[in-house]
């Protein structure tokens, strides 16, 4: 599947903003939107792509780096092939370009497996989030 990043946007320090991820393609049509967990990844300039949050396929089972805890929340529509990236109390280091990816193991699963950036192989273009101190 190819996901497509968007929502993206300038706020100050505190501000919020929500981020949408929706499918763009199906490149193997035995599958569906909901037999994919999906991660959201972002790169800050001049810093390497880190993962930020996970969900899996049902949205039952989620991930959260410890540097965005407690201020984001990540969530899926599978009738709406979206999936959901809420961010609150924003601080100027959460600034960057956020991607959405789908896991490279296409598994309808209730546990999620955190597996490292290199691993994941569809990238669609990202949404820029700039947060202004």
């Known amino acids: 599947v190819q996901l497509q990043a968007s929502g993206g946007g300038s706020v100050q320090a505190g501000g919020s903003l929500r981020l949408s991820c929706a499918a763009s393609g199906f490149t193997d049509s035995r599958f569906a939107f909901d037999d994919y967990a999906v991660a959201w990844f972002r790169q800050a300039p001049g810093k390497e792509r880190e993962g930020v949050s996970s969900?899996?396929?049902?949205?039952?089972?989620?991930y959260y780096a410890d540097s965005v805890l407690g201020r984001f929340t990540i969530s899926r529509d599978n009738d709406k092939n979206t999936v959901y990236l809420q961010m609150t109390s924003l601080k100027s280091e959460d600034t960057g370009v956020y991607y959405c990816?789908?896991?490279?193991?296409?598994?309808?699963?209730?546990?999620?497996?955190?597996?490292?950036?290199?691993?994941?192989?569809?990238w669609g273009q990202g949404t820029l989030v700039t947060v202004s101190s």
């Open positions: 990816a789908p896991d490279p193991i296409v598994e309808r699963a209730t546990t999620l497996i955190i597996r490292p950036q290199p691993d994941f192989t569809s």
């Open positions: 969900i899996n396929s049902n949205g039952g089972t989620t």
